[in-house]
C-alpha cells in the first residue's frame, strides 16, 4: 500500500524497520524468552559433570550389594537336607524353603532399590539421564553381586561332600541357591527407576514458566490468548520533510474535502 499524491509515492513501512508480522524474526532484545541459561551451571551440569556422578552413582550402588548379600543369607530360610548313606532326599519333600529364599532375595531387592532411589534423587536431584542410567546399571550390578555373595558365603555347593562329612540320617542345610536368576536380579533397578521418577515428577526441580510481560515481547508477538496470526494494524506513512502531509494532518491537498487550488 501507498499514498499518492501524484508526484511521490512512499512506502509505508521504513525501509529500516523490520517487518512485524515475519516469523523468521528474533525476539525482542529484552524479551526473557531469549534468554538461554549458560551451560555448566549448577542448575544445568555439562556432560562431563554428570559422567562423574553417574560413575559414582554406579560404584556405589553395586557396593551396596555385598550388604543385600549379607542380609539374605542372614535371612533366607534353610533348605534341611538328609541322606540314608546312598542318596540324598528333602527332609521335608512338601517344604517351601527353596522358594522362600527367592521371595526374600526379592524383597530385600526392592527395599534396597526404594533407598538407593531416594538417596540419589536427594543428593543428585538435578542429575540427567546419565545419573539414571548410572543408577539402573549398579541396581543390577548390585544385585548379582549380592547373589554370588550369598551364595560364597552359605552353604558349600559340594552336596555330597557335605553328606559324607554329616554321615547318614543327620540333616544338613542345602546350599543358598537363587532359582529365578534374572527376575530377582531386575526388581532392584526396576523398582529405583519407578521410585526415581515418582519423586521427580512430585518434587524434581521446574522450568520457569515464560514471562509474557516481558518488555518489548507482549507488542511484537501478542499477549496470551491473542492469535499471532491476526492482522496488526498498519504503520502510519512515512514520509520526508516536505514529501507531503505526515500522520494526522488531513486529507492530501487536490483530493475531495482538501483545501487545495481547484
Same mark, same amino acid.
Given at each position: 500500500? #501507498?499514498?499518492?499524491?501524484?508526484?511521490?509515492?512512499?512506502?509505508?513501512?521504513?525501509?529500516?524497520?523490520? +517487518?512485524?508480522?515475519?516469523?523468521?524474526? $528474533?525476539?525482542?532484545?529484552?524479551?526473557?524468552?531469549?534468554?538461554?541459561?549458560?551451560?555448566?551451571?549448577?542448575?544445568?551440569?555439562?556432560?562431563?559433570?554428570?559422567?562423574?556422578?553417574?560413575?559414582?552413582?554406579?560404584?556405589?550402588?553395586?557396593?551396596?550389594?555385598?550388604?543385600? &548379600?549379607?542380609?539374605?543369607?542372614?535371612?533366607? !530360610?534353610?533348605?534341611?537336607?538328609?541322606?540314608?548313606?546312598?542318596?540324598?532326599?528333602?527332609? +521335608?519333600?512338601?517344604?517351601?524353603?527353596?522358594?522362600? #529364599?527367592?521371595?526374600?532375595?526379592?524383597?530385600?531387592?526392592?527395599?534396597?532399590?526404594?533407598?538407593?532411589? $531416594?538417596?540419589?534423587?536427594?543428593?543428585?536431584?538435578?542429575?540427567?539421564?546419565?545419573?539414571?542410567?548410572?543408577? $539402573?546399571? &549398579?541396581?543390577?550390578?548390585?544385585?548379582?553381586? $549380592?547373589?554370588?555373595?550369598?551364595?560364597?558365603?552359605?552353604?558349600?555347593?559340594?552336596?555330597?561332600?557335605?553328606?559324607?562329612?554329616?554321615?547318614?540320617?543327620?540333616?544338613?542345610?542345602?546350599?543358598?541357591?537363587?532359582?529365578?536368576?534374572?527376575?530377582?536380579?531386575?526388581?532392584?533397578?526396576?523398582?529405583?527407576?519407578?521410585?526415581?521418577?515418582?519423586?521427580?515428577?512430585?518434587?524434581?526441580?521446574?522450568?520457569?514458566?515464560?514471562?509474557?510481560?516481558?518488555?518489548?515481547?507482549?507488542?511484537?508477538? &501478542?499477549?496470551?490468548?491473542?492469535? !499471532?496470526?491476526?492482522?496488526?494494524?498498519? #504503520?502510519?506513512?512515512?514520509?520526508?520533510?516536505?514529501?507531503?502531509?505526515?500522520?494526522?494532518?488531513?486529507?492530501?491537498?487536490?483530493?475531495?474535502?482538501?483545501?487545495?487550488?481547484?
Amino acid at each position: 500500500m #501507498a499514498w499518492h499524491d501524484g508526484t511521490v509515492t512512499a512506502p509505508l513501512t521504513p525501509p529500516h524497520q523490520p +517487518n512485524p508480522h515475519d516469523p523468521w524474526q $528474533a525476539p525482542p532484545s529484552g524479551s526473557h524468552l531469549a534468554t538461554v541459561p549458560a551451560s555448566g551451571s549448577p542448575d544445568d551440569p555439562d556432560t562431563a559433570t554428570e559422567l562423574r556422578q553417574a560413575a559414582v552413582v554406579v560404584a556405589l550402588v553395586a557396593l551396596a550389594g555385598i550388604a543385600l &548379600g549379607l542380609l539374605w543369607l542372614w535371612l533366607a !530360610p534353610r533348605v534341611p537336607l538328609v541322606s540314608d548313606g546312598s542318596a540324598v532326599f528333602l527332609e +521335608n519333600s512338601e517344604g517351601e524353603e527353596a522358594i522362600g #529364599a527367592d521371595g526374600t532375595f526379592v524383597l530385600l531387592a526392592a527395599g534396597f532399590g526404594v533407598l538407593s532411589a $531416594a538417596a540419589v534423587f536427594w543428593r543428585l536431584r538435578r542429575g540427567g539421564v546419565l545419573v539414571v542410567v548410572g543408577l $539402573a546399571l &549398579g541396581g543390577v550390578l548390585g544385585s548379582l553381586l $549380592a547373589w554370588r555373595v550369598g551364595v560364597w558365603l552359605g552353604p558349600s555347593s559340594d552336596v555330597v561332600a557335605r553328606a559324607r562329612e554329616a554321615g547318614e540320617g543327620v540333616v544338613f542345610d542345602a546350599p543358598l541357591e537363587l532359582h529365578a536368576v534374572v527376575v530377582a536380579v531386575l526388581v532392584w533397578p526396576f523398582v529405583a527407576l519407578g521410585l526415581h521418577l515418582l519423586l521427580t515428577a512430585a518434587f524434581g526441580p521446574r522450568e520457569p514458566e515464560p514471562e509474557w510481560a516481558g518488555p518489548g515481547w507482549s507488542s511484537y508477538y &501478542g499477549g496470551p490468548g491473542e492469535d !499471532p496470526g491476526a492482522p496488526k494494524p498498519a #504503520a502510519g506513512p512515512w514520509t520526508e520533510p516536505g514529501a507531503g502531509p505526515g500522520p494526522g494532518s488531513g486529507p492530501a491537498p487536490g483530493t475531495p474535502g482538501g483545501s487545495g487550488a481547484s
